[in-house]
T-cell receptor, first 116, second 113 residues
């Protein structure tokens, strides 16, 4: 299985809602990532998990809360978002740098988030 | 710090003609370089990667790229464009710690029938 899956595909939420995005991979990868992508821009890194521990937080606002329950799952909890948070949220995974030099990342299809 | 520059924001070709998407990189050491493709409202798919094993890298869907250290370039080519190649393409370098991808701004490829 060489696939990263993400649910839901689309999400519309109000600014007072709480929602979660889910990402799953079964490639045995030990590094997982969240990216935010605005239209006509490259993806921007938000968080990196390595061996289920948060290793990088790119100064993301606290209304985004990541969670890695196990080596196959990655969640992104959303609360009190702003309309400018509307974007495509991408999850990716890769072999951890300690075992793999080249570290290409495999991306999921993304969740299209709209904040009203 | 590592960086990549994609020299064209938009490229338009006719179906059946060659494709050339240009990328220059900056790195203080031998880099790991990638090309990703993104179709509209989709995730990113890895086309090919350079990892110093060979300077000419073959990828999926007939794409290939040549690593030229003297020119600090990693241009993506395809001999004959297909309508399904219309997408956005990102040239990417990995940072020195191996835990971050550094993206170029992207090149949108349009294929005319």
């Amino acid at each position: 299985d060489t696939e990263v899956t993400q649910t839901p595909k689309h999400l519309v939420m109000g600014m007072t809602n709480k929602k979660s995005l889910k990402c799953e991979q079964h490639m045995g990868h030990r590094a997982m990532y969240w990216y935010k992508q605005k239209a006509k821009k490259p993806p921007e890194l938000m968080f990196v998990y390595s061996y289920e521990k948060l290793s990088i937080n790119e100064s993301v606002p606290s209304r985004f809360s990541p969670e890695c329950p196990n080596s196959s799952l990655l969640n992104l909890h959303l609360h009190a978002l702003q309309p400018e948070d509307s974007a495509l949220y991408l999850c990716a995974s890769s072999q951890d740098k300690q075992r793999e030099v080249y570290n290409e990342q495999f991306f999921g299809p993304g969740t299209r988030l709209t904040v009203l | 710090a590592q960086s990549v520059t994609q020299l064209d924001s938009h490229v338009s070709v006719s179906e059946g003609t060659p494709v050339l998407l240009r990328c220059n990189y900056s790195s203080s050491y031998s880099p790991s370089l990638f090309w990703y493709v993104q179709h509209p409202n989709k995730g990113l798919q890895l086309l090919l990667k350079y990892t110093s094993a060979a300077t000419l890298v073959k990828g999926i869907n007939g794409f290939e790229a040549e690593f030229k250290k003297s020119e600090t370039s990693f241009h993506l080519t395809k001999p004959s464009a297909h309508m399904s190649d219309a997408a956005e393409y990102f040239c990417v370098v990995i940072n020195s710690y191996g835990n971050k991808l550094v993206f170029g701004a992207g090149t949108i490829l349009r294929v005319k029938s």
